[in-house]
Structure formats: structure tokens, C-alpha cells
């Protein structure tokens, strides 16, 4: 019998979905189905990518926005994102996702080695409410251009897609004290992140 897919490591069950989809690209949709019920950490992976990658400028403020939507439906407590349609049918490169997967194997085994399904209340509601909360809070530094901070928090992105993933409320507790010091620290100390706050505020108003 196949062990369930939250059990097996992240990176094999992309490559096997990717190699059962061959062609230059695959579908959102098609990366989604094997861990339907672990949906919010696949597209949290998919939008820390493009923080380890040579992108153009201004990526992270697009990632970002698209962060704090995913925040927002888990704050709002729903189970499984709301993905529309024209976006599941929208395609990533191979060769992007293997460039990931080439680049990050340390970082990524890492994770998978520490992750795994502990304390598994913490990832369900009402506490997935909290990780929204927290995804939110993130979401926005992301966007803001500061300069430097992407691979930070592609790196915690990365870490609460794998929390997710893995049913690992450990981590997740571990990422919510680490988030807030980090929030508060950028909030208290970052006189860049005031300036692009008040500068997105009016561009917005």
C-alpha cells in the first residue's frame, strides 16, 4: 500500500507529479492533485520559489499581495483555498522547478528531516486561523521593496509551506514566535519599511 502523500517527502512527491506530466510545463492543477488535502502548503512552496530565483525586480511585491490573499483565506478559516479555475490552469516551467529543486536540496532536505505530523491540532482551525493571521503580516514585508529581504522570507515562507504540508504544529509554533519577533523588529527598527508603508498607503489611497 502507498503510504499517504504527507508522509512522503515533498521534493519526491513534485518530482514524481512532474515526471508523470512531462512536457516543458505543468499545470497548477496538476501540482495540486497529489496533496489536495495539503493544498495551502503547495501554493505557499510555489510562491516562496521565485525569492531563490534570478528574477526581475519588483517579483517580491507580486508574491507578496499574493501571500497576504492566501493569509486571508486561512484567516477567514476556510479548509482549502479558494483557487479559480483560469489560475488552475495555469502553467509553470519544468526547468523552474528543477532549477528550485537544484538550487535549494540542502536547504529543502533540511526542512524535510525536521518536519513531521506533531502536535497536528495546531494546523487545523481555529489555529490555522492564527497562521493566516501571521501569513498576512508577512505577506505585506515581502511586498514591500526593501532591499535584500526576499530569500529572509522566502526562507520562512518555505518553512510554513513545509509546516503545512507536514501537519507539523511544532514548527508552526516555532514560526509564529519567530514571525512576530521578526515583524516587530522590522516595524520597530526598519525606518525603510515606515517609509515604503506610508509611500504604499498613498499609492494605494
Known amino acids: 500500500m502507498n503510504e499517504p502523500a504527507h508522509h512522503r517527502p515533498t521534493t519526491e512527491v513534485l518530482s514524481d507529479t512532474m515526471a508523470a506530466n512531462p512536457g ?3 499545470s497548477l492543477d496538476a501540482l495540486l492533485q497529489p496533496l ?10 510555489l510562491l516562496a520559489i521565485p525569492n531563490f530565483l534570478p528574477v526581475p525586480i ?14 486571508l483565506e ?15 490552469r495555469k502553467t509553470i516551467r519544468h526547468a523552474t522547478l528543477e532549477r528550485f529543486l537544484k538550487r535549494s536540496t540542502r536547504l529543502l ?18 489555529w490555522s486561523m492564527l497562521s493566516g493571521l501571521v501569513l498576512v503580516l508577512l505577506g ?37 514566535i519567530g514571525s ?10 526598519g525606518g525603510e ?7 504604499m498607503f498613498h499609492r494605494v489611497f
Open 24 to 26: 516543458d510545463c505543468i
Open 58 to 71: 519588483g517579483i517580491g511585491g507580486i508574491m507578496g499581495v499574493l501571500v497576504v490573499g492566501l493569509g
Open 140 to 176: 505585506t514585508l515581502l511586498a514591500l521593496p526593501i532591499p535584500f529581504t526576499n530569500y529572509l522570507f522566502g526562507i520562512v515562507l518555505l518553512a510554513f509551506a513545509f509546516a503545512l504540508l507536514e501537519r507539523d504544529g511544532g514548527l508552526l509554533l516555532l514560526l509564529w
Open 180 to 189: 512576530a519577533v521578526l515583524v516587530g523588529t522590522s516595524i520597530a527598527y
Open 74 to 88: 486561512m484567516l477567514c478559516g476556510l479548509e482549502q483555498p479558494l483557487v479559480p479555475r483560469w489560475l488552475r
Open 193 to 199: 519599511i515606515g517609509n515604503a508603508l506610508v509611500d
Open 36 to 45: 489536495r488535502n495539503r493544498a495551502f502548503g503547495v501554493l505557499l512552496l
Open 109 to 126: 532536505g533540511w526542512l524535510e528531516r525536521l518536519c513531521r505530523p506533531r502536535m497536528e491540532r495546531l494546523t487545523q482551525r481555529p
